[in-house]
């Protein structure tokens, strides 16, 4: 009798399992995007740049780490949009800043800081960026963007080692 009632049992419903494949199937054409489709159009004017400057650079002691992370993380993604515009030339300017910045965080990771897993987090984010931008660039100016992204992945390797002193 009991082999009946297995055999006569209703089928598993397998709506979650197609809505799980579905989900994971969105998820990774989302991810294998190619980068200059995936760029911020929400890069900042000349003036909000300039006050994110000016508000790193004016903060206490304890916040500029995290401050000058997300300065190094905006103008990433304004050098992105400089390069997928064809603009090479002022991507690698805005590049040479971001590695003055990213020297900026260094020297600030002494100090007892705030926000620190935020900023690592976001310097992360901003590393796996600039590597996906890699490869839209010229032969010629990806030496710019190897040393900078070499810079940005020491940084992050340093701020995630505060994290865990923490």
């Given at each position: 009798?009991?082999?009946?009632?297995?055999?006569?049992?209703?089928?598993?419903?397998?709506?979650?399992?197609?809505?799980?494949?579905?989900?994971?199937?969105?998820?990774?054409?989302?991810?294998?995007?190619?980068?200059?489709?995936?760029?911020?159009?929400?890069?900042?004017?000349?003036?909000?740049?300039?006050?994110?400057?000016?508000?790193?650079?004016?903060?206490?002691?304890?916040?500029?780490?995290?401050?000058?992370?997300?300065?190094v993380h905006t103008m990433t993604e304004m050098a992105a949009k400089e390069i997928s515009d064809g603009e090479t030339e002022q991507a690698a300017t805005t590049l040479q800043k971001v590695n003055q910045y990213a020297h900026l965080i260094q020297m600030n990771l002494a100090r007892d800081t705030k926000k620190i897993k935020d900023a690592q987090m976001l310097m992360h984010h901003t590393t796996y960026r600039l590597a996906q931008y890699l490869h839209l660039v010229s032969a010629d100016d990806q030496k710019s963007v190897q040393d900078t992204l070499k810079q940005l992945n020491q940084v992050n390797e340093e701020l995630l080692a505060q994290v865990f002193q923490h």
């Open positions: 009798m009991s082999c009946l009632l297995r055999i006569s049992r209703p089928a598993p419903r397998f709506i979650p399992a197609i809505s799980l494949a579905s989900l994971g199937l969105v998820t990774s054409l989302c991810l294998s995007l190619p980068a200059h489709a995936a760029i911020n159009e929400s890069v900042p004017t000349a003036d909000g740049l300039a006050q994110l400057e000016q508000r790193a650079r004016e903060a206490k002691p304890r916040e500029q780490c995290f401050l000058y992370t997300e300065l």
